[in-house]
């Protein structure tokens, strides 16, 4: 079984709200993702790290940030939360190449 | 272009029966891999087999086989004796070239298995 972490499992949030979207991993792994996906859709990159203080936007654009001051911690950050962001959000890590990305069981967010 | 199509926006196969899922990708890069995850509807994403480009034979785990088909660029999944927990969203995924792990992600299928 794969070691990642995700909270909260589910949030509702106001509108203008700062919210931080924890991820942990205990596998060691560098590499580490975050995607966003709307119900029954396809899952979309937003951001990606290959390793502490490393971190590249997805092909997904989005108004969240992220850090990576920690191997096993790469949290979400939204400033100020909007109806849009309601989504599904869901981070992985991974060893990279052949190797599976390793998922959490995800962020259901609704903005109201 | 989509890099990853699913055709197959639901199937229904009964209980003991194989289905057959199906991918097709598009890339000209010549290193690749190929994966197949299953998303039940408490919504992780759970990793059921890979497919590497050079691999010679077909990836297999369990009651789980990739049927890859390079020249058609096609890597359909088949799951043998379904059974009703296979009841879930599929969905392809790509990692195109050898200097990413970035994965393309198809637009799923639903399978609902039923006794």
């Known amino acids: 079984e794969a070691d990642i972490y995700q909270t909260p499992r589910y949030l509702v949030i106001g509108t203008g709200k700062k919210i931080t979207l924890e991820c942990s991993q205990t596998?060691?792994?560098?590499?580490m993702y975050w995607y966003q996906q709307d119900p029954g859709m396809e899952l979309h990159l937003i951001h990606y790290?290959?390793?502490?203080?490393?971190?590249e936007k997805g092909d997904l654009s989005s108004e969240s940030t992220v850090s990576r001051i920690r191997t096993e911690h790469f949290p979400l950050t939204l400033e100020s939360a909007r109806p849009s962001h309601t989504s599904q959000y869901l981070c992985?890590?991974?060893?990279?190449?052949?190797?599976?990305?390793?998922f959490g069981d995800g962020t259901r967010l609704s903005i109201l | 272009a989509q890099k990853i199509t699913q055709t197959q926006p639901g199937m229904f196969v009964q209980e003991k029966e194989a289905v057959t899922l199906d991918c097709t990708y598009d890339?000209?890069?010549?290193?690749?891999?190929l994966f197949w995850y299953k998303q039940p509807s408490s919504g992780e994403m759970i990793f059921l087999i890979y497919?590497?480009?050079?691999?010679?034979q077909n990836a297999t785990e369990g009651r789980y086989s990739l049927n890859f088909q390079k020249a058609r660029k096609s890597a359909n999944l088949v799951i043998s004796a379904s059974q009703l927990g296979d009841s879930a969203m599929y969905f392809c995924?790509?990692?195109?070239?050898?200097?990413?792990?970035?994965?393309?992600f198809g637009t799923g299928t639903r399978l609902q298995v039923f006794p």
């Open positions: 890339t000209s890069d010549p290193s690749y891999g």
């Open positions: 790290s290959y390793g502490v203080n490393s971190t």
């Open positions: 992985a890590s991974s060893l990279g190449g052949h190797q599976p990305q390793h």
């Open positions: 497919q590497g480009s050079y691999d010679q």
């Open positions: 995924a790509m990692r195109e070239g050898r200097d990413t792990d970035k994965l393309i």
């Open positions: 596998m060691g792994h560098d590499k």
